[in-house]
């Protein structure tokens, strides 16, 4: 099965629109013949934008610890409108390193991208297209953190 024709000029936001199911085969019927309500999300093309410099930051960190390199470079991608109004204080490069302990030799330790104070439905529409390190050397000293 498939709906009527979906027009989708001049349309730049998620709408709702009650269409007929249509057979898509020679004999196939359709019993009921109501309408159907479709939601329809609309978006443009995306855009990318680049962030340098992004600072590694450290999630349950117990020592001090070091990253090498301190930051990177992060593409995101999604709706214009959306990719605009991030800013570079809003996105953290985050190295998780809960349960390392001191030593000598450096950690690999994998990033992952967070972003701050975007609300959830722009979070659903954005997407890190890249890192410039997704993993990171971490050394972590035998000082401990005091909170």
Excluded: C, W
Excluded at 95 to 123: C, H, I, M, Q
Excluded at 131 to 146: E, M, Q, T, Y
Aim: no cysteine; glycine share 4%.
């Amino acid at each position: 099965m498939r709906t009527d024709p979906i027009h989708l000029e001049g349309r730049t936001a998620p709408f709702t629109l009650a269409v007929n199911a249509v057979p898509d085969r020679p004999g196939t019927r359709v019993l009921d013949p109501r309408e159907i309500s479709v939601q329809i999300e609309v978006d443009v093309v995306p855009v990318k934008a680049t962030f340098d410099a992004v600072p590694v930051v450290f999630a349950s960190q117990e020592y001090e610890a070091s990253a090498q390199p301190p930051s990177v470079r992060v593409v995101i991608s999604g709706p214009p409108e959306v990719v605009r109004a991030i800013r570079a204080d809003q996105i953290r490069a985050v190295a998780e390193v809960s349960g390392l302990a001191p030593s000598r030799e450096p950690y690999t330790v994998r990033l992952r991208v967070e972003f701050a104070g975007v609300k959830a439905s722009d979070l659903a529409r954005l997407a890190v297209t890249s890192i410039s390190h997704p993993k990171i050397a971490v050394r972590v000293s035998g000082r401990r953190i005091v909170t």
